[in-house]
């Protein structure tokens, strides 16, 4: 996506040659030392962190859309105050990591400019819709839960901007995750109406949700780099092999059922085996043609453009303020 890294310093590239300072550089890595803006790193690392990075900034971002049209309908004051802070939450993310891809040399309006264009990803999840109010509880439980599952080892990416943005993301998260649940035990605990509302909401958001964690291993073309780079240090079926784990016994106290007759237990192995996930499914809506993805990204475009104002009068005061710096100065 971006063939330009920032430049290296040129002491360092006149005076080793790019092997040797690639080689120094997995050392760095094999040592967990982090890595930092101004260190020496291979252009394809740079690129695969600006492209991950920008495409998890912008799933935040795209993020805040599905469940953000609950706010003004959220059944009390309290879920509402509770949503609105998960919302505002999400933004927060979305500008840590913008901070984050933008200390490896890419501007943040560039990076609005792909999304706008519908030339960058966000994650798959945010392209399905949410009919009822019990959708807002699924998000929290299972997308919330498998994005800490996925950012907990980020928290140790070899990247140090990625890697500390993660720890604050994921300990807000945690509160997302468990206002879901929260969200789900109630209606499962409410009248068969509710439970069903909230069985309903699970049954469309689970197999979305294991999507999340990308293709399966075979098909990961980033991965082995990722993993040999130390960015990623589980891979996607690792992590989506958890997620299912752990989930099942939160749907069994929640009295509800996972939406897979394949689902069973693996004495041998210690673990849950689930079904075929519809990978065909996924190729559509990464390619544009799942069910919200024209609705997202119009939304997006609407925001941004009804933004235009505070971005101008932002410029405006900056220019008066350096100017004002100025006058003192002089
Ligand atoms: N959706 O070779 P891999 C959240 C793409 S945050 C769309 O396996 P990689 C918080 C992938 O980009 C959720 N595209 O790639 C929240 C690549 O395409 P490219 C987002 C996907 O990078 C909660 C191609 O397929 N989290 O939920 C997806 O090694 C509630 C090949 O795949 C992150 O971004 C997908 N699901 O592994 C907010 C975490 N999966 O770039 C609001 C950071 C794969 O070549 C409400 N990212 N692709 O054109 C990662 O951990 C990794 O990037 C993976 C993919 C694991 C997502």
Redesign the pocket.
């Known amino acids: 996506m971006y063939t330009q890294g920032l430049d290296q310093p040129a002491e360092l590239s006149t005076s080793l040659d790019e092997a040797s300072l690639e080689r120094r550089f997995l050392e760095r890595v094999d040592a967990e030392e982090k890595i930092e803006p101004k260190d020496w790193m291979p252009v394809r690392y740079r690129n695969t962190l600006i492209?991950?990075i920008s495409?998890?900034a912008h799933?935040?971002i795209v993020?805040?859309l599905?469940?953000g049209n609950w706010i003004t309908r959220a059944p009390t004051l309290k879920r509402k105050t509770i949503l609105i802070a998960k919302v505002q939450d999400?933004g927060g993310?979305g500008a840590y990591l913008y901070s984050a891809a933008e200390t490896l040399g890419v501007s943040r309006e560039q990076m609005i400019d792909q999304l706008l264009a519908g030339k960058a990803?966000?994650?798959?999840?945010?392209n399905y819709p949410t009919p009822t109010w019990a959708d807002v509880g699924a998000?929290?439980w299972l997308?919330?839960g498998?994005?800490i599952m996925?950012?907990l080892p980020?928290c140790r990416c070899s990247y140090g901007p990625y890697a500390r943005a993660m720890v604050r993301v994921c300990r807000e998260?945690s509160f997302?995750q468990r206002q879901g649940y929260d969200l789900m035990l109630q209606l499962a605990r409410g009248t068969p109406e509710q439970k069903q509302m909230a069985q309903d909401a699970l049954n469309r958001w689970w197999w979305p949700a294991l999507?999340?964690?990308?293709?399966p291993d075979a098909?990961?073309?980033?991965?082995s780099d990722?993993k040999r780079w130390k960015i990623?240090r589980l891979s996607?079926d690792e992590?989506r092999q958890k997620f299912v784990d752990f989930t099942v016994h939160q749907a069994n106290f929640l009295g509800l059922t996972l939406p897979d007759p394949q689902l069973k237990w693996n004495e041998a192995q210690q673990r849950h085996e689930y079904g075929p996930i519809n990978w065909a499914e996924?190729e559509q809506?990464?390619k544009g043609n799942g069910p919200c993805n024209a609705e997202r990204l119009a939304a997006r475009r609407k925001a941004h453009a009804d933004g235009a104002w505070v971005r101008e009068a932002a410029v405006a005061y900056a220019a008066k303020q350096s100017k004002k710096r100025a006058s003192l100065a002089a």
């Not at 990803?121 to 945010?126: A, D, H």
């Open positions: 492209r991950q495409q998890h799933s935040e993020g805040m599905p469940e999400e993310h990803k966000y994650s798959s999840i945010f998000i929290g997308v919330d498998a994005a996925n950012q980020l998260e997302h999507m999340m964690f990308g293709p098909d990961s073309m980033h991965s990722s990623k996607n992590l996924f809506v990464l």
